[in-house]
């Protein structure tokens, strides 16, 4: 490991994560009428470190590592950043950049206008919410680490409520106290290895750390904490309302950017903290707990009335995917931990969904400040009046499904290579089919928006060029990741992403997007009058809107608090049991 104390490349991962804060500070100190020009300031030159961050990174081909003050762990606190967490800087930043683009509509103040305190919030907002991210990232001890992932609660939280009606309170009340419980697990587990090892550090913690009873209960704490912060289904409590009660700018942050900071802290523990403690059986059952979240998240979504609604849900779903990894990176026996195709494929899949569910919202957003409302059934005609706007949603939306040429594909072709090498073809399936899903929420919304009108769509609001071209540089980027193949992937998985298997594979999942929206969506898909009921077909659809109903009605009873809070503490219980099954790695 490279001590880069006083060089450039350690003043860089200082810099990445003082400036958004010193931003923030300087924009509270300027005033409202200054704050959107200071965080457009700190955005190209966070950018700009993010990218020297990663050129030295490459260049020294190590972790580089910066000491505060010259002091050394276990005194002293270090900045770190590998592989994973340059890439999540950098995707960050762009994310960030897009997104301050994007609010710029919605969140500016002209000379001739009052100052408004949600604009003023927003900004500041979105710098404390990147400050906080990029400490996440480069964090070296699993304290700093706490504060950092508070700092991004606490940023988080104001971000739902910035329109400030009694829904959006209720639902940052509810994301904030259900937070606070995980924030509590953590800490716990944060307590029981420091007085079982005398240090927090991640490499002298990792080096100290045995597989006993001190080391799996802090586990199963701080992951199921860690979980609660990350909505994984089924402690998802707060994220719908949340998310889309959320101005669309909000919802983008929050759901691209905040979510990925408790998920980045579950990876630190797994692979870099306590790989000699995990086990087989519970690498199972975190992505069980994802496995469930693509499929429910994904039914409900198709049951939605609403726009925003349908995206905050398929965000539910998307949030599984993320940890499908974790069992696929053990090897064929299930004794060891590895980094590799699983590790990358992960990371990946976390990119391709922040940069794509961004798109998605800014462009649900859009489709609401045109029309002033987001009805699904009622976006008839939105293709012709908003085209740049559909195609961004839909861009995003191949992205998410993981077809060609998207950076989901290649996270997909990863994972399916390690659960092909572990011999686990359950997630094979999974994988697969969680595709469906995601092109049955696409199609159905396509669908409605390409619609004709029997009279002209007259839009409420003219919306932004530059608030579109924004989303569809997002989904464009979410794309373009396909790009890293010709880059240094493990094994090089995608020879030639437009052969007739891989296209084949795209046009079954459509068609079984397709064949779900059909079913499962509230209103007829078809214009034209559906088959009888007696019918065959009229049979399937009844079976497959009390399917959905009855997805619906579970949906509401995990989200209820006396669920959520039993389930969090059962889940880890679960997890305090299952690391002790099997082999530890």
């Given at each position: 490991?490279?001590?880069?104390?006083?060089t450039?490349?350690?003043?860089?991962?200082?810099?990445?994560?003082?400036l958004p804060?010193?931003?923030?500070?300087?924009?509270?100190?300027?005033?409202g009428?200054?704050?959107?020009r200071?965080?457009?300031?700190?955005?190209?030159?966070g950018?700009?470190l993010?990218?020297?961050?990663?050129v030295a990174?490459?260049?020294?081909?190590?972790?580089?590592?910066?000491?505060?003050g010259?002091?050394a762990?276990?005194?002293g606190?270090?900045l770190?950043?590998d592989?994973?967490?340059?890439?999540?800087?950098?995707?960050?930043?762009?994310?960030?950049?897009?997104?301050?683009?994007y609010?710029?509509a919605?969140f500016a103040?002209?000379?001739?206008?009052?100052?408004s305190?949600?604009?003023?919030?927003?900004?500041?907002?979105?710098?404390a919410?990147?400050g906080?991210?990029?400490?996440?990232?480069?964090?070296?001890?699993?304290?700093?680490?706490?504060?950092?992932l508070?700092?991004?609660?606490?940023?988080?939280?104001?971000?739902?409520?910035l329109?400030?009606s009694?829904?959006?309170?209720r639902?940052?009340?509810?994301?904030?106290?259900?937070?606070?419980?995980?924030?509590?697990?953590?800490l716990?587990?944060a307590?029981?290895?420091?007085g079982?090892?005398?240090?927090?550090?991640?490499?002298l913690?990792?080096?100290a750390?045995?597989?006993?009873?001190?080391?799996?209960?802090?586990?199963?704490?701080m992951?199921?904490?860690?979980?609660?912060?990350t909505?994984?289904?089924?402690?998802?409590?707060?994220?719908p309302?949340a998310?889309?009660?959320?101005?669309a700018?909000?919802?983008?942050?929050?759901?691209?950017?905040?979510?990925?900071?408790s998920?980045?802290?579950?990876l630190?523990?797994?692979?870099?903290?306590?790989?000699g403690?995990?086990?087989?059986a519970?690498?199972q059952?975190?992505?069980g707990?994802?496995?469930?979240?693509i499929?429910?998240?994904?039914v409900?979504?198709?049951?939605?009335?609403?726009?925003k609604?349908?995206?905050?849900?398929?965000?539910?779903?998307?949030?599984?995917?993320?940890?499908?990894?974790?069992?696929?990176?053990?090897?064929?026996?299930?004794?060891a931990?590895?980094?590799?195709?699983a590790?990358?494929?992960?990371?990946?899949?976390?990119?391709?969904?922040?940069?794509?569910?961004?798109?998605?919202?800014?462009?649900?957003?859009?489709?609401?400040a045109?029309?002033?409302?987001?009805?699904?059934a009622?976006?008839?005609?939105v293709a012709?009046?908003?085209?740049?706007?559909?195609?961004?949603?839909?861009?995003?939306?191949?992205?998410?499904?993981?077809?060609?040429?998207?950076?989901?594909?290649l996270?997909?072709?990863?994972?399916?290579?390690a659960?092909?090498?572990?011999?686990?073809?359950?997630?094979?399936?999974?994988?697969?089919?969680?595709?469906?899903f995601?092109?049955g929420?696409v199609?159905?919304?396509?669908?409605?928006?390409?619609?004709r009108?029997?009279?002209?769509?007259?839009p409420?609001?003219?919306?932004?060029?530059?608030a579109?071209?924004?989303?569809?540089?997002l989904?464009?980027?979410?794309?373009?990741?396909?790009?890293a193949?010709?880059?240094?992937?493990?094994?090089h998985?995608?020879?030639?992403?437009?052969?007739?298997?891989?296209?084949?594979?795209?046009?079954?999942v459509?068609?079984?997007?397709?064949?779900?929206?059909?079913?499962?969506?509230?209103a007829?898909?078809?214009?034209?009058?559906?088959?009888?009921?007696?019918a065959?077909?009229?049979?399937?659809?009844?079976?497959?809107?009390?399917?959905?109903?009855?997805?619906?009605?579970?949906?509401?009873?995990?989200?209820?608090?006396?669920?959520?809070?039993?389930?969090?503490?059962?889940?880890?219980?679960?997890?305090?049991?299952?690391?002790?099954?099997?082999?530890?790695?």
């Amino acid at each position: 490991m490279a001590l880069s104390t006083g060089t450039q490349a350690g003043a860089l991962l200082a810099a990445a994560v003082l400036l958004p804060f010193v931003g923030m500070l300087l924009g509270l100190l300027l005033g409202g009428r200054q704050v959107q020009r200071v965080a457009f300031a700190s955005m190209p030159l966070g950018l700009a470190l993010a990218l020297g961050i990663t050129v030295a990174w490459l260049r020294e081909g190590q972790t580089l590592v910066y000491l505060l003050g010259g002091w050394a762990p276990p005194l002293g606190i270090a900045l770190r950043a590998d592989g994973l967490a340059v890439a999540m800087l950098l995707a960050v930043a762009a994310v960030v950049c897009g997104i301050g683009l994007y609010a710029r509509a919605d969140f500016a103040t002209p000379p001739d206008a009052r100052e408004s305190r949600a604009a003023f919030s927003y900004w500041l907002l979105l710098m404390a919410v990147w400050g906080a991210l990029n400490l996440v990232f480069v964090s070296g001890d699993l304290f700093t680490l706490y504060v950092a992932l508070e700092l991004l609660t606490f940023a988080g939280v104001p971000l739902v409520c910035l329109a400030g009606s009694g829904e959006t309170l209720r639902a940052a009340l509810r994301y904030m106290l259900f937070a606070l419980c995980g924030s509590v697990l953590y800490l716990l587990g944060a307590v029981l290895l420091y007085g079982g090892y005398g240090t927090l550090d991640i490499p002298l913690l990792a080096a100290a750390v045995q597989p006993g009873a001190i080391a799996r209960t802090a586990l199963a704490l701080m992951t199921a904490g860690l979980l609660a912060k990350t909505a994984l289904f089924p402690l998802h409590i707060w994220l719908p309302p949340a998310h889309g009660g959320a101005p669309a700018a909000a919802s983008a942050v929050l759901s691209a950017l905040v979510i990925k900071g408790s998920w980045f802290l579950v990876l630190r523990l797994w692979f870099d903290v306590m790989p000699g403690v995990v086990t087989w059986a519970s690498a199972q059952l975190l992505a069980g707990l994802g496995a469930m979240a693509i499929v429910a998240g994904s039914v409900v979504a198709l049951r939605q009335e609403r726009l925003k609604l349908l995206v905050a849900y398929s965000t539910v779903a998307q949030i599984g995917y993320l940890f499908l990894m974790f069992p696929l990176a053990f090897d064929a026996t299930g004794n060891a931990l590895v980094h590799g195709a699983a590790s990358t494929g992960g990371l990946l899949q976390a990119v391709s969904h922040a940069t794509a569910k961004a798109a998605m919202f800014m462009a649900a957003g859009l489709v609401y400040a045109a029309l002033g409302h987001d009805r699904i059934a009622d976006l008839a005609g939105v293709a012709r009046m908003l085209p740049v706007t559909v195609l961004a949603f839909v861009l995003a939306g191949i992205a998410l499904m993981g077809v060609v040429p998207s950076g989901a594909y290649l996270a997909k072709k990863l994972l399916l290579d390690a659960a092909d090498g572990s011999r686990q073809w359950w997630w094979t399936i999974v994988l697969q089919g969680g595709a469906a899903f995601t092109a049955g929420y696409v199609v159905l919304v396509l669908v409605n928006v390409l619609r004709r009108r029997s009279a002209a769509l007259i839009p409420v609001k003219r919306v932004s060029r530059l608030a579109e071209f924004a989303a569809l540089l997002l989904a464009v980027g979410s794309l373009a990741l396909a790009l890293a193949a010709l880059g240094p992937l493990p094994g090089h998985p995608v020879s030639s992403p437009l052969a007739p298997k891989e296209l084949a594979t795209t046009l079954l999942v459509l068609l079984g997007g397709a064949l779900l929206a059909l079913g499962l969506s509230r209103a007829p898909l078809l214009a034209a009058p559906g088959p009888a009921a007696g019918a065959p077909a009229g049979r399937l659809r009844q079976a497959a809107l009390a399917v959905g109903m009855a997805f619906e009605q579970g949906d509401r009873l995990v989200r209820r608090w006396s669920f959520a809070s039993i389930g969090l503490l059962t889940l880890a219980a679960l997890f305090g049991a299952l690391l002790l099954v099997g082999p530890a790695t």
